[in-house]
């Protein structure tokens, strides 16, 4: 009876030990699943984080680089990345350093190259003495590939970079004619940059005839809307002379031309009196702007009331500006072929260069171009077709 008595005393005792030995190995066991599944964790979350990013940039391939990405879109985009990736991380205890890699790229970001996304992040270890061996953190990869999604398809090259035509202004100032000669309206209708046309047409007959009112305009279907006081530069003009216009020995209106105009027709009206200033390189390019006769007169006095001995002086003011040059009509070329697109060009009055972005293609029909038809742009611009 006491031998069995301190057998099984003995039993639980060597129970107790063997506990007592295997609980350690237990909970080290136990804490590293657990930091086995932490650490799976993390990796699967990292994976799907690179994952997300790779998506996004496959899909927005411009807006990367960020030096050459000025664009608000792009800066958007890269912004949207970063927080759809910061936003896909989720529970896990290997946080993602900040800020996240940018994507990178293959030779072009032309659709089917591929666009990669790689990232990392530390891991803390907690179970004793795996971190004695492992060490206390341990660092996380994970990386995806996407194809790239978004843009050309096909023949995709790098487009030659496009300089914008420099802005100008297709309105021209309506110049104040009343109480001008015919042929000084003319001359302000010409220097203020038109070319629709004035009437009426040059004619000895009403030259020196003077304007009553102002210039009546007529557009051209295709005129841009210009502020009051302005006309689209094609636009075409029309006086309202006096008639009848004055006779031969009548004295004419010379305001509004040249010096050398005025004298001529002073001249060629009958008059045998002297004209002042007299003829000199200086003056002779300046603008009528005031007649004065000896004796007294106003334009359209005949004899007997002036003499054809009569004199006059005028006075003058610095020459008109040379007008500004006229703006060239775009050609439309989409859908033609691009073995006429230069000669097209050509005759629309341009003088920039044509550039075709697949030149190894040649011919094709045209799909695209920089430079919208129809519009008015300065004649030195250029343009770049498509196909």
Avoid at 30 to 54: E, H, K, T
Avoid at 192 to 207: I, N, W, Y
Avoid at 276 to 296: H, M, N, R, W, Y
Avoid at 318 to 346: E, N, R
């Amino acid at each position: 009876m006491f031998t069995v008595f301190r057998h099984r005393r003995h039993s639980r005792g060597q129970a107790l030990v063997e506990f007592a030995l295997l609980v350690p190995v237990l909970l080290l066991l136990l804490l590293g699943a657990i930091d086995f599944g932490r650490l799976f964790l993390g990796w699967v979350s990292l994976q799907n984080v690179a994952r997300v990013g790779a998506n996004f940039a496959a899909v927005h391939p411009d807006a990367w680089p960020a030096g050459s990405a000025t664009s608000a879109s792009a800066a958007t985009d890269r912004a949207r990345y970063e927080s759809l990736m910061l936003a896909s991380v989720g529970a896990t205890d290997c946080p993602v350093a900040t800020p996240l890699p940018a994507p990178s790229f293959g030779l072009t970001k032309n659709p089917g190259d591929p666009v990669r996304v790689d990232l990392s992040c530390q891991f803390t270890v907690i179970t004793p003495l795996i971190d004695a061996v492992v060490g206390k953190h341990i660092t996380l990869s994970a990386n995806s590939i996407f194809p790239v999604t978004s843009g050309c398809v096909a023949d995709c090259g790098s487009s030659p970079a496009v300089t914008p035509p420099p802005l100008l202004s297709n309105c021209r100032t309506v110049p104040q004619v009343d109480g001008l000669s015919v042929a000084g309206a003319r001359l302000a209708w010409t220097a203020a940059g038109f070319t629709g046309g004035f009437s009426p047409l040059s004619s000895a007959d009403l030259e020196t005839a003077t304007v009553h009112g102002s210039i009546a305009i007529t557009l051209p279907a295709d005129a841009e809307a210009c502020p009051s006081g302005k006309a689209f530069f094609s636009s075409a003009g029309t006086v309202t002379p006096e008639l009848p216009a004055p006779a031969p020995g009548c004295v004419p209106n010379l305001t509004g031309v040249t010096v050398a105009a005025a004298r001529a027709s002073w001249t060629a009206a009958g008059f045998t009196g002297s004209f002042t200033p007299p003829q000199d390189a200086t003056t002779d390019p300046k603008i009528v702007v005031l007649q004065t006769t000896s004796p007294s007169s106003q334009p359209g006095d005949c004899p007997p009331a002036i003499p054809a001995t009569a004199t006059v002086t005028v006075s003058y003011t610095d020459p008109l500006p040379p007008p500004p040059p006229a703006p060239c009509k775009v050609p439309s070329f989409i859908g033609t072929s691009s073995t006429l697109a230069q000669a097209t060009w050509t005759a629309a009055n341009f003088t920039g260069s044509l550039t075709f972005t697949q030149p190894g293609k040649l011919p094709y029909t045209i799909q695209t171009q920089s430079l919208v038809g129809g519009t008015y742009v300065a004649c030195g611009s250029s343009i770049t077709v498509t196909r």
